[in-house]
């Protein structure tokens, strides 16, 4: 059964993937072949992370709800956050590499931000697609116990490029 939630999981995985490249695809703009990269290394991310994903026209529809969640915005405050955020994100930063070990520090920073409801709505998310700093926030997250964990992998670009509003800190 876990074998084949993990399969549908990794499945739909790809087909977000390839939807957002959809355009590109349609236009010839992209090498297919650069495409199915990007959608192979997501959906094996995503197997490995063990979290959900969610699209970005539904999380706005989350957000537009006032949905109970805890969105965290997982890129450097002074570069990225500072300038611009998803509405209501928290920052905590995450490195782009895997992280294959979690230090002392940054796992109580984490359980402190996500509470101890392990039930809650997290949604973690970084620049765009191919960044894997939300991967390892929500890997994390998962590692840590939590159960509702998704990741919103076209970040902070999409958000912008949907037109929806951001957040500045002044």
Aim: hydrophobic share 45%.
């Amino acid at each position: 059964m876990k074998a084949k939630k993990s399969l549908v999981s990794v499945l739909m995985a790809v087909v977000f993937v390839l939807g957002l490249a959809g355009a590109a695809m349609a236009a010839w703009g992209t090498a297919e072949l650069d495409t199915e990269k990007v959608a192979v290394t997501f959906a094996a991310e995503v197997e490995r992370g063990g979290y959900k994903i969610v699209a970005t026209q539904d999380l706005k529809k989350w957000i537009d709800a006032k949905k109970p969640m805890l969105i965290v915005d997982t890129m450097p405050f002074e570069a990225s956050y500072k300038k611009q955020h998803v509405p209501g994100a928290v920052q905590m930063e995450f490195p782009i590499p895997e992280m294959t070990t979690i230090d002392d520090k940054t796992k109580a920073d984490l359980q402190k931000l996500l509470g101890s409801d392990k039930d809650r709505l997290i949604v973690f998310y970084c620049g765009f697609t191919k960044c894997t700093r939300s991967h390892n926030g929500a890997m994390w997250a998962v590692k840590l116990g939590y159960k509702n964990v998704y990741r919103y992998p076209a970040g902070i670009k999409g958000w912008d490029q949907a037109g929806y509003p951001v957040e500045k800190v002044k």
